[in-house]
């Protein structure tokens, strides 16, 4: 960083013309693994900072939207969810919100043990839940590992970065197949599917594929700061309950985004992007 301003631009965003930048205090640690480019910083106003091949995918000062949203929605709709598998996710947020349920086991698999490695050493807020018993923490490609479940899953949970380099196939009708079969008869799925502002065309694609394969497939958003365009949204794809309509009350502790209002206006969208996705 040579005591020179140092500052982070997204690489999703840049490629596309566009930047946020985040200025950066420090460069905790900064190596390649198998798949990637892995990065902690010190920033200036977001706390630490991970960035996979210059790409962000979280800091402390925001990840909470995020993995509040990604998880609480779909446990508050499903009566009952006992088993969950998170592919991606390998920071650990959001087996940690899901750890906030009476769930019985959580999967998660995550591709690069690199990502599991930096996060316990580096987020120890948000790495909480890799001492939880209910958890079994595989490194594979989610892509093959949810081959191996049929009729399993009450909730999975697509927790992946964006669609370039090993996370691609978490795109792919093929993929959503697999999450379909692998899911019980009341199962749902809820995937990161990018900024509604940004990623209209991706939308479109994962919508036109999913109607065919889910009876309920909706899109729901939350607020990130430091995100591309500063929000991202889910596919909520379901076999049996509506996401608004069989929301139930839980009680679920230590929330800093979620709430029952937020669940029901997660789900209304702009114009522009009910066209697509309506
Ligand atoms: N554009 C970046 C999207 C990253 C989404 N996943 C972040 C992982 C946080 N657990």
Known sequence: M??????????WDKEKGRSISIKIKSSLESCRSEFQQIDVYESECFGRLLALDNIIMLTEADEFAYHEMISHVALNVHPDPRRVLIIGGGDGGTAREVLKHDVEEVHLCEIDREVIRVSIKYFPTISTCFDDQRMKVVTDDGAEYIKGYKDFFDLVIVDSSDPIGPARVLFAEEFYNNIHDSLTEDGIAVTQSESMFYDKGLIKDLF????????IVRYFYTLVPTYPSGTIGF???????DPVKDMHKKIIPDLRYYNYDIHKAAFMLPNFINQIVG
């Open 2 to 11: 040579n005591g020179k301003d140092f500052w982070i631009n997204d690489a």
């Open 208 to 215: 036109v594929f999913n109607k065919r394969i889910f009876p």
């Open 235 to 241: 596919s909520f794809c379901s076999k049996k309950y």
